[in-house]
Every structure is written in C-alpha cells, then in structure tokens.
C-alpha cells in the first residue's frame, strides 16, 4: 500500500515529521482532505516549516493487512523474476488511477549470440493478478507473467 492511510491518523496519535515525533492533537476535515494539527507547531509559520514533508506513522500502529497486501517498503528492493529469468528490482510502488504499480529497475540482459544489445531502463509491472504470479517478500522475490506485461 502507498499513499495517506487518513485511518492512521487517529487523535492522540504518534508521527513522525521532518525527523521529528509529535502527537495529533486536533483532528478536522474529511479523510479526502484530512487537517492535523500536532503538537509543538503552534503557529501558521511552524506549519509551513514542516509542509510538504512526509509525516509516518510507526510500522507498529499500523494495521494489520489483509492477504494479498504488502506495505511499499515490503516490496521495494524484492527481485523481479518471470519464471526462472531475472528481470530487475522493485525501486518503489507508484499509485496509479487504475491500480498500483511495481516501478522496476532492468538490469541488463545479454541475449545469447554475437549480438549484445542490453535491455536497460525501468518499466512498470501492474499489481493485477494477471501480472503477478506470486510474491515472497521473505525471500524477496516477485514472480510476474512479463507476457501481460507491455514493454
């Protein structure tokens, strides 16, 4: 999962900001547009010291996810396999309109014959069920029909 989790920003909640550990003190607006206020920015100009950071909450107040659910830095760095061929590695998750998707770095690939023409660059692996056969972030390892995949 990527993107604001507005259920994690609950009153009395601990995050984390520019480095530094504050409590939600205040909790107004809609989940579509969510307004904190945390405690010791007191004022506009504190506010905007801090806008546009990324503000986290401790993997350990996050929910539990269902089956088939994986945080992005649980995929991030895992290999990208199509069977028993390497493909790249997962640099991050992007959110999408459709759905997410795995941004893979290739690693270059030297076909066999006289003729060496590396396949370098990144492409995007939907996660759809299509696309991904299975995933085992323990291993780090994620299996994708590069079929489905357009290159």
Do not use: Y
Not at 25 to 33: I, L, N, Y
Not at 34 to 44: H, K, N, P, S, W
Not at 56 to 72: I, M, R, Y
Not at 129 to 138: E, F, G, N, P, T
């Amino acid at each position: 999962m990527t993107g604001a989790r507005p259920r994690l920003l609950v009153l009395g909640a601990t995050v984390t900001l520019a480095g530094e550990t504050f409590e939600i003190v205040r909790r107004a607006g809609s989940d579509a547009r969510l307004i904190v206020r945390l405690q010791g920015i007191e004022d506009r100009g504190a506010a905007e010291a801090v806008r546009g950071q990324p503000l986290t909450v401790a993997g350990a107040d996050a929910p539990t996810l269902g089956e088939g659910e994986w945080w992005a830095h649980e995929l991030e760095g895992c290999r990208i396999v199509d069977g028993l061929h390497h493909v790249g590695v997962v640099t991050r998750l992007i959110e999408l309109p459709s759905c997410e998707a795995l941004e893979v770095m290739r690693e270059p690939l030297v076909p066999p014959g006289p003729v060496h023409k590396p396949q370098a660059g990144s492409l995007l692996v939907p996660m759809v069920k299509d696309a991904i056969r299975s995933v085992d972030v323990d291993a780090g390892v994620i299996d994708v029909n590069m079929e489905f995949v357009a290159e």
